[in-house]
């Protein structure tokens, strides 16, 4: 099995003790961390997803794979590369309402650090109120970022993009928005600023804005 078969097989199986050790063997042979984050990481939960929908495993599965990618994520950050010692923006970023997914969304402010940022994690489970809140306590954030995960949060996105339009700081900042069930189309209807497809693009998309 190669080193990334066996990180697959780690997080998939939720071998959350397991997990840093194998990450960091595979460093040593040589594999890129990105590759060891798509191909290992990210595709694992995708095959965990599609064991979900088929009732081939249950939640509680579902958790203890997100723990162990977790993990092998916090292994993996130093090596993802980028200098954050200088902060080219700040960005207010966190899962909308009633959604407690939070893995991409830590892998977009992941992505947005290496770049440069400075992020305000904002967590999971995330009010309109809260958003805007920070945002006045901020009101020097120059991007306001949202991740639903699920179809039934979306509309908890749409208010949230919503309460920001409405806002006296909404001149002063771009409204991101990202996740699985999020379209171009549903982020232009909601009236977000960008939607992009992955924490890398996001990253790329929060630059072009700022810089
Ligand atoms: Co949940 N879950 N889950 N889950 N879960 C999904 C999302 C699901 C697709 C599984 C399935 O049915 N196949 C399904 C949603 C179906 C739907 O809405 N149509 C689902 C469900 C149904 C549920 C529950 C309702 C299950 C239940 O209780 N019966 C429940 C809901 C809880 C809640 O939120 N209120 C639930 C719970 C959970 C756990 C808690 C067990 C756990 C989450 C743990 C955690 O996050 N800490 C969990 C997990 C792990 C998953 C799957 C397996 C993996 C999610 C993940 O982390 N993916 C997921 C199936 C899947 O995705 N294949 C599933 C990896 C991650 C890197 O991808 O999050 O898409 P993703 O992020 C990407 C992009 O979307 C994008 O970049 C990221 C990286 O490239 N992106 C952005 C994200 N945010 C962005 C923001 C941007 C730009 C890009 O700009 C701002």
Redesign the pocket.
């Known amino acids: 099995m190669s080193n990334i078969e066996a990180i697959s097989k780690a997080v998939q199986g939720g071998k959350s003790k397991k997990i840093g050790e194998l990450v960091e063997q595979a460093l040593q042979a040589g594999c890129e961390p990105n590759e060891i984050l798509n191909k290992g990481m990210?595709e694992a939960?995708?095959i965990?997803?599609?064991k979900?929908?088929k009732n081939e495993i249950f939640?509680p599965e579902?958790?203890v794979?997100?723990r162990a990618?977790?993990k092998g994520v916090e292994v993996l950050k130093p090596h993802l590369g980028g200098d954050n010692s200088i902060s080219i923006g700040k960005v207010i970023?966190g899962t909308v309402a009633?959604?407690?997914?939070?893995?991409?969304?830590n892998?977009?402010i992941m992505m947005l650090e290496s770049s440069g940022f400075e992020v305000i994690d904002l967590g999971v489970d995330v009010s309109p109120d809260k958003f805007i809140s920070t945002l006045e306590e901020n009101p020097d954030t120059k991007i306001v970022?949202?991740?639903a995960?699920?179809?039934?949060t979306m509309p908890a996105l749409k208010e949230t993009v919503q309460a920001l339009n409405g806002c006296n700081l909404r001149n002063n900042i771009k409204v991101?928005?990202?996740?699985?069930?999020i379209t171009q189309e549903f982020a232009t209807e909601i009236g977000a600023d960008a939607y992009?497809?992955?924490?890398a693009s996001?990253a790329q998309m929060a630059k072009k804005f700022v810089l």
């Open positions: 990210i939960m995708s965990v997803g599609d979900f929908t939640v579902m958790l794979a997100a990618m977790k970023m009633g959604d407690l997914h939070d893995i991409g969304k892998l977009v970022a949202a991740s995960l699920l179809t039934t991101m928005v990202g996740g699985a069930p992009t497809e992955d924490a996001a």
